[in-house]
Protein backbone atom coordinates (compact mmCIF):
# COMPACT_ATOMS: atom_id res chain seq x y z
CA UNK A 1 0.00 0.00 0.00
CA UNK A 2 1.46 3.36 -1.02
CA UNK A 3 1.50 6.52 1.46
CA UNK A 4 -1.07 7.94 -1.18
CA UNK A 5 -4.59 7.26 -2.78
CA UNK A 6 -6.77 8.67 -5.24
CA UNK A 7 -9.90 7.12 -6.38
CA UNK A 8 -12.99 8.32 -8.20
CA UNK A 9 -15.78 9.22 -5.78
CA UNK A 10 -19.34 8.10 -5.96
CA UNK A 11 -21.76 9.85 -7.78
CA UNK A 12 -24.03 10.00 -4.44
CA UNK A 13 -20.97 11.93 -3.03
CA UNK A 14 -20.56 14.26 -5.63
CA UNK A 15 -24.68 14.77 -5.82
CA UNK A 16 -23.78 15.41 -1.74
CA UNK A 17 -21.59 17.95 -2.31
CA UNK A 18 -23.96 19.31 -5.69
CA UNK A 19 -20.63 18.47 -7.60
CA UNK A 20 -20.66 16.42 -11.35
CA UNK A 21 -17.70 14.43 -9.87
CA UNK A 22 -15.28 14.88 -6.95
CA UNK A 23 -12.22 12.08 -6.21
CA UNK A 24 -11.56 10.98 -2.55
CA UNK A 25 -8.09 11.50 -1.48
CA UNK A 26 -6.13 9.02 0.96
CA UNK A 27 -3.16 10.49 2.96
CA UNK A 28 -2.40 7.19 4.96
CA UNK A 29 1.30 8.56 5.82
CA UNK A 30 0.42 11.64 7.72
CA UNK A 31 -2.87 11.90 10.78
CA UNK A 32 -3.65 15.23 12.21
CA UNK A 33 -3.44 12.68 16.27
CA UNK A 34 -6.41 12.54 17.16
CA UNK A 35 -6.71 8.69 17.36
CA UNK A 36 -3.73 8.34 19.02
CA UNK A 37 -5.03 7.06 22.81
CA UNK A 38 -7.89 5.51 20.58
CA UNK A 39 -5.48 2.61 18.48
CA UNK A 40 -5.32 -0.84 18.48
CA UNK A 41 -2.86 -3.30 16.49
CA UNK A 42 -3.79 -3.46 13.10
CA UNK A 43 -5.40 -0.30 13.01
CA UNK A 44 -5.25 2.56 10.10
CA UNK A 45 -4.91 5.81 11.03
CA UNK A 46 -5.13 8.33 7.77
CA UNK A 47 -6.37 12.12 6.34
CA UNK A 48 -8.92 11.87 3.90
CA UNK A 49 -9.76 14.55 1.40
CA UNK A 50 -12.76 15.20 -0.83
CA UNK A 51 -11.57 16.74 -3.86
CA UNK A 52 -13.16 18.41 -6.66
CA UNK A 53 -12.76 19.63 -10.44
CA UNK A 54 -11.24 22.87 -10.77
CA UNK A 55 -10.82 24.85 -14.10
CA UNK A 56 -7.26 26.33 -12.69
CA UNK A 57 -6.28 22.75 -12.46
CA UNK A 58 -5.51 19.97 -14.74
CA UNK A 59 -8.23 16.94 -15.19
CA UNK A 60 -5.37 14.83 -12.49
CA UNK A 61 -5.22 17.91 -10.50
CA UNK A 62 -8.58 18.91 -7.95
CA UNK A 63 -9.13 21.45 -4.96
CA UNK A 64 -10.07 19.86 -1.46
CA UNK A 65 -13.07 21.01 -0.46
CA UNK A 66 -13.36 18.89 2.53
CA UNK A 67 -11.27 17.01 4.98
CA UNK A 68 -10.67 15.33 8.11
CA UNK A 69 -9.06 12.00 9.23
CA UNK A 70 -10.19 8.58 9.95
CA UNK A 71 -9.12 5.42 12.51
CA UNK A 72 -10.02 2.40 9.80
CA UNK A 73 -10.57 -0.66 11.97
CA UNK A 74 -10.82 -3.98 10.11
CA UNK A 75 -11.42 -2.61 6.56
CA UNK A 76 -14.22 -0.38 8.56
CA UNK A 77 -14.23 3.26 9.27
CA UNK A 78 -14.46 3.19 12.91
CA UNK A 79 -13.59 7.01 14.18
CA UNK A 80 -14.23 10.12 12.00
CA UNK A 81 -13.54 13.67 12.15
CA UNK A 82 -13.04 17.07 9.98
CA UNK A 83 -10.90 19.63 10.21
CA UNK A 84 -10.26 22.17 11.08
CA UNK A 85 -13.87 22.13 12.86
CA UNK A 86 -12.43 18.69 14.68
CA UNK A 87 -14.58 17.94 18.04
CA UNK A 88 -13.97 13.84 17.89
CA UNK A 89 -12.66 11.59 17.09
CA UNK A 90 -16.86 10.54 16.56
CA UNK A 91 -18.18 7.56 15.43
CA UNK A 92 -20.52 7.93 11.95
CA UNK A 93 -23.38 7.08 14.52
CA UNK A 94 -23.06 9.58 17.26
CA UNK A 95 -24.47 12.60 14.29
CA UNK A 96 -27.20 13.73 15.13
CA UNK A 97 -28.42 15.88 11.96
CA UNK A 98 -29.45 13.92 8.85
CA UNK A 99 -27.53 15.35 6.18
CA UNK A 100 -24.14 15.59 8.24
CA UNK A 101 -24.92 11.58 8.98
CA UNK A 102 -25.10 11.15 5.33
CA UNK A 103 -22.15 12.81 4.53
CA UNK A 104 -20.35 11.47 6.65
CA UNK A 105 -21.38 7.74 5.89
CA UNK A 106 -20.84 8.81 2.22
CA UNK A 107 -17.14 9.62 3.00
CA UNK A 108 -17.09 6.36 5.16
CA UNK A 109 -17.89 4.55 2.30
CA UNK A 110 -15.71 5.92 -0.37
CA UNK A 111 -12.76 5.70 2.13
CA UNK A 112 -13.30 1.87 2.73
CA UNK A 113 -13.80 1.10 -0.95
CA UNK A 114 -10.78 3.18 -2.16
CA UNK A 115 -8.48 1.14 0.60
CA UNK A 116 -10.03 -1.97 -0.63
CA UNK A 117 -8.56 -1.05 -4.30
Do not use: C
Amino acid sequence: MTDYKIGKGTQELARNFEKTSVRVALDLNHSSGWFVSDREAGDIVLDWYVQAPDEMFSEEEGISIYKGAALVREGKVHFYDRYPMGGGPFKVSDFKSPEFRKRAELISENIERLLQE
